[in-house]
């Protein structure tokens, strides 16, 4: 079975702390993107990579970054967590291609849940 | 870069009806795919359907089915007999299979699904 996992599903951290977000897919698949999703707003594309250490900034990239070592490997970075950072944190992964045998295309983890006080 | 864009922040449906959710997007690629992804309250997006911008027919799943208008860049989902279980965030893709903006999403329409 598929999987993209989020390490860890809920957080609370403090203002200022630096903090790891990790996502791990086991599908080989090329590209990687972080999102963030608030209420009204959608999902908003923070970083994609689309190889190992290959990263593009999306729509929102300001108080983020990431690192890709390992093509399984994508992880989201708030060097100093601030309270507007405090939202739901969605990976997603997918094939350079958007051909998908299985029909879909697109894997999502479960989701972080950050909240900065 | 593409733009998707979902009209109806919520929608309410009675249980057994049908409902339309509308979507529409706007770019200049010719391939493409277009998704609706549902986002029940555990926050796991679910593929709900999936049409190729090549292909004529619209995709159909059990109850779910679109109606693709290409020329007019519109993706409406219409879900028939409406159960409890739909009641969910529903989201419009965009996929183009490019960089960053080859993966687009729409605001959301929120289901409501009254008994």
């Known amino acids: 079975d598929v999987k993209v996992t989020q390490s860890s599903r809920y957080l609370v951290k403090r203002t200022g702390e630096k903090v790891f977000l990790e996502c791990v897919q086991d599908m080989d698949h090329e590209n990687m993107f972080w999102y963030r999703q608030d209420p009204g707003l959608g999902l908003r594309l923070i970083y994609f990579?689309?190889?190992?250490?290959?990263?593009e900034k999306g729509d929102i990239p300001e108080g983020y970054s990431v690192s890709r070592e390992k093509k399984e490997r994508f992880s989201l970075i708030l060097e100093s967590a601030s309270t507007n950072q405090t939202s739901m944190y969605l990976c997603?992964?997918?094939?350079?291609?958007?051909?998908?045998?299985?029909?879909?295309?697109?894997?999502f983890g479960e989701g972080s849940w950050l909240t900065v006080v | 870069a593409q733009t998707v864009t979902q009209s109806q922040p919520e929608m309410s449906v009675q249980e057994a009806e049908t409902v339309t959710l509308s979507c529409t997007y706007d770019t200049s690629e010719s391939d493409y795919y277009l998704f609706w992804y549902k986002q029940p309250p555990s926050r796991q997006m679910i593929l709900v359907i999936r049409q190729e911008a090549y292909k004529q027919q619209n995709a159909t799943e059990n109850r779910f089915s679109v109606n693709f208008q290409k020329a007019a860049k519109s993706f409406s989902l219409k879900i028939s007999d409406s159960q409890l279980g739909d009641a969910a965030m529903y989201f419009c893709?965009?996929?183009?299979?490019?960089?960053?903006?080859?993966?687009?999403f729409g605001k959301g329409t929120h289901l409501i699904i009254q008994p």
């Open positions: 997603a992964s997918s094939l350079r291609s958007a051909v998908s045998i299985s029909g879909n295309t697109i894997y």
């Open positions: 893709a965009f996929y183009s299979g490019g960089g960053a903006d080859g993966l687009t």
């Open positions: 990579s689309y190889d190992v250490k290959m990263k």
